[in-house]
Nanobody
Framework: QVRLVESGGGLVQSGGSLRLSCTAS????????MGWYRQAPGKQRELVAT????????NYADSVKGRFTISRDNWKKTIDLEMKSLKSEDTAVYYC??????????????WGQGTQVTVSS
């Protein structure tokens, strides 16, 4: 199994910055793509940013391009999301995601518990 633990959420004023971190714990699984998703009240969960194992291939939602930066440390099994110029519409629960596989299990999604980000206007 893969366990994901997020940290770094909180309350910030519009225009401010926050950094989210996610640490993966696993013994036998290979972690492939990792990323951040978010879900605002009454809305579906949406992709924020993803990063591949090569740490170079990234994908961002149009709404966060130029403001958010995702990074990854394969040795520490962590990903970070640096969020700048935050807007009220960034308010949501942010979830860490990892796609992982092992010799005995096909690749599948794993999710963290989520961390709340609230941007006040």
């Amino acid at each position: 199994q893969v366990r994901l633990v997020e940290s770094g959420g909180g309350l910030v004023q519009s225009g401010g910055s926050l950094r989210l971190s996610c640490t993966a714990s696993t013994d036998y699984y290979t972690i492939n793509d990792m990323g951040w998703y978010r879900q605002a009240p009454g809305k579906q969960r949406e992709l924020v940013a993803t990063i591949a194992r090569n740490r170079e291939t990234t994908n961002y939602a149009d709404s966060v391009k130029g403001r958010f930066t995702i990074s990854r440390d394969n040795w520490k099994k962590t990903i970070d999301l640096e969020m700048k110029s935050l807007k009220s519409e960034d308010t949501a629960v942010y979830y860490c995601n990892a796609r992982a596989e092992s010799h005995y299990a096909p690749e599948r999604n794993y999710w963290g518990q989520g961390t709340q980000v609230t941007v006040s206007s």
